[in-house]
């Protein structure tokens, strides 16, 4: 990478003050910290100099506000690094330096990540589906986090035992804008494919589902049970419980996660079925390279931009010594509409 400090060739000068919308001189004035420039246009300059690749000299390099701590379960599904992403960007922003740990199978647990980053000495902590959203876990852990005095923000996955501010996305309304989408396309026979029963997010989209399908279909609610299948939030796992669910002659499958949606396809089209002809499929997330899905996936989005933001606020209204309400922020997904859902087929 190219030395900020030698830019004092014209040609350099001239390229960050083109970029910048300013004179080389002030340019000048900003590298070299001389007085007569103002903040803003200071912090103009400098992001010209990051994009054009150049590296700030080093009085002009930012001392960290502090370290924040993400903890994310495994990466190989792409709505953790997509939330990763922007909850980075924002702390970036907010002169935070963030420390991405994710668990693996294997690798390191919530809790020995959880007291690395509190031996580093970080000023707070975000969690991303961690083990606050599992019902079985012993939320003591959280609580004695909260006695060390490090404040954390909870990413989908609400409970009332632990005291944060928790951020999640309407499950239950997901579900409503799924149902009615199907049913308005003439599905009568819909399956839900989610992960286990213990995580509080597969509750929250049951209760949807099962009051939606209620309310729009004449079913009742143990009919509409007997179309919830459970498995794993991956491509195999949607797999399994496509197969189970069009064995019960479901023309219509809503899915956990967008892995399990493409596991739902791949089910469909073994059987010698077609994508939406035969059976419509609706995923969850709208994870990153979604839209190159064949067919594209109509999925139920996530507002991660929103959520991120909301997150890194909440956590750091904490470490300013300002405290968010301990309480749960509910973020409205979007249906979003593509290829993969269509008018049930007709019986012939």
Do not use: W
């Not at 002030?26 to 103002?38: A, E, F």
């Not at 506000?65 to 953790?80: C, D, H, K, R, Y």
């Amino acid at each position: 990478m190219a030395q900020a400090s030698a830019a004092s060739g014209t040609a350099r000068l001239s390229d960050i003050a083109t970029q910048a919308g300013v004179s080389e001189a002030t340019v000048s004035r900003v590298l070299n910290g001389k007085p007569g420039v103002s903040t803003t246009t200071r912090q103009t300059v400098l992001a010209a100099l990051d994009l054009l690749g150049y590296e700030r000299p080093a009085r002009l390099q930012e001392r960290s506000a502090g370290l924040i701590g993400l903890i994310t379960p495994e990466l190989s599904n792409p709505i953790f690094p997509a939330f990763a992403q922007v909850i980075e960007q924002v702390l970036t922003r907010d002169g935070y330096t963030p420390v991405l740990c994710t668990q693996s199978p294997g690798g390191s647990t919530e809790d020995e990540l959880t007291n690395t980053l509190v031996e580093r000495g970080v000023n707070g902590i975000i969690y991303v589906s961690g083990l606050h959203a599992d019902s079985t876990a012993n939320m003591d852990r959280y609580v004695k986090l909260a006695g060390q005095g490090v404040p954390f923000v909870m990413i989908n996955g609400y409970t009332e035992h632990v005291s944060a501010p928790f951020v999640s996305t309407d499950d239950r309304a997901a579900m409503r804008l799924a149902v009615q989408h199907l049913v308005a396309q003439g599905h009568t026979r819909i399956g839900l494919a989610v992960g286990p029963r213990r995580f509080v997010p597969v509750v929250r989209k049951i209760q949807g589902f099962v009051e939606h399908m209620r309310t729009a279909l004449p079913m009742s609610a143990e009919e509409a049970e007997q179309l919830v299948q459970h498995s794993l939030f991956t491509v195999e796992g949607g797999q399994a419980a496509a197969n189970a669910l069009i064995e019960k002659g479901c023309t219509g499958i809503i899915c956990g996660s967008d892995l399990m949606a493409f596991g739902a396809i791949r089910a469909a089209r073994q059987r010698g079925l077609q994508v939406p002809r035969d059976v419509s499929v609706i995923g969850f997330d709208d994870s990153p390279l979604i839209v190159f899905s064949d067919p594209p996936l109509t999925t139920l989005r996530q507002p991660v931009e929103a959520m991120g933001q909301a997150a890194v606020n909440a956590l750091l209204e904490e470490v300013t010594g300002t405290p968010a309400p301990h309480a749960e922020y509910v973020f409205m997904p979007e249906l979003v509409v593509r290829g993969s859902t269509a008018a049930a087929p007709t019986k012939s």
